[in-house]
């Protein structure tokens, strides 16, 4: 069955950088949109910045020029760079991705998570 799993989370001191990675597995025919969201104690689960099978990509204006989304399709693995972190940014990251198994329809498929703390 078709997974995604988040993983480079941890603690980070404010202006630190990290980079996750969300890897699909399984067998999979293709991936369209990668996406990134996060969610913060209390607060809703925003999204964070996505890219599509063409590379086109969108950010949160909050992150916009400190993180940076990519794929490696190769790999069936998107990732976000996160530089220049700062305390408002520690929330659970979770991957989300629009792809379609083998055999089967376009899906959309929800990571694990992985949490990101800033702190000093």
């Known amino acids: 069955q078709v997974q995604l799993v988040e993983s480079g989370g941890g603690l980070v001191q404010p202006g630190g950088s990290l980079r996750l990675s969300c890897g699909a597995s399984?067998?999979?025919?293709?991936?369209?949109?990668i996406s990134w969201y996060r969610q913060a104690p209390g607060k809703q689960r925003e999204l964070v910045a996505d890219i599509t099978s063409g590379g086109s990509t969108n950010y949160a204006d909050s992150v916009k020029g400190r993180f940076t989304i990519s794929r490696d399709n190769a790999k069936n693995t998107g990732y976000l760079q996160m530089n220049s972190l700062k305390p408002e940014d520690t929330a659970v990251y979770y991957c989300?991705?629009?792809?379609?198994?083998?055999?089967?329809?376009?899906?959309?498929?929800w990571g694990q998570g992985t949490q990101v703390t800033v702190s000093s």
């Open positions: 399984g067998s999979i025919s293709s991936i369209n949109a």
């Open positions: 989300y991705a629009e792809l379609r198994p083998s055999g089967s329809y376009y899906r959309h498929f």
